[in-house]
């Protein structure tokens, strides 16, 4: 299923998007864990810029 999901964002209009990866610290426990999420390439510094 993932051969899939790949090969469809590497044509068309796939090219426009990127996945990006974030590490978050809890507030709560102190960990940190990462936050992933496709976004189109004109959103990307948004998405690093949210909390």
Request: proline share 0%; net charge positive.
């Amino acid at each position: 299923m993932a051969k899939k999901v790949v090969a469809t964002l590497k044509t068309g209009k796939g090219k426009n998007f990127t996945k990006c990866i974030k590490m978050v610290k809890s507030e709560k426990t102190g960990a940190y864990y990462f936050k992933e999420e496709i976004v189109h390439d004109d959103h990307i510094q948004d998405f690093f810029a949210r909390k």
